[in-house]
């Protein structure tokens, strides 16, 4: 996945959410306006790669809002062109270091 494409869809305007996307969304109280924030920010950065998912390449993105909150948002581009938002969620500071990599893969 190339982060500059994706940001170049989101820019336009040309993207959508999943439902999975949208309940997860409400559910951390994520708004539209911070998805897009997060992924437009200069310091997102995909940090995990999922070129081999079953529905699609994908990756994992951590962005953070205009004030600061971390957002982890999984997204993939479609070959119509539109970037799909799987789901997106605020990352738990107790299950990562520095929002990027999982405690559990450096126990």
């Known amino acids: 996945m190339d982060i500059a494409a994706i940001k170049h869809l989101i820019a336009k305007g040309d993207y959508r959410l999943t439902f999975h996307a ?3 969304r409400d559910a951390d109280a994520v708004t539209a ?3 897009e924030e997060a992924l437009l920010s200069d ?3 995909i940090i ?3 070129p081999n998912d079953p529905r699609g390449p994908s990756c994992l993105i951590l962005g ?3 004030t600061g909150a971390a957002i982890h948002i999984v997204c993939g581009v479609v070959d119509s062109g539109l970037a799909v938002i799987v789901t997106v969620y605020r990352p738990d500071p107790e299950e990562l270091v520095k929002w990027r ?3 559990e893969r450096i126990s």
């Open 48 to 50: 995990e790669d999922y």
């Open 101 to 103: 990599i999982r405690k």
């Open 22 to 24: 949208e309940v997860e």
């Open 33 to 35: 306006e911070e998805i």
């Open 43 to 45: 310091n997102a950065e």
């Open 64 to 66: 953070f809002t205009n």
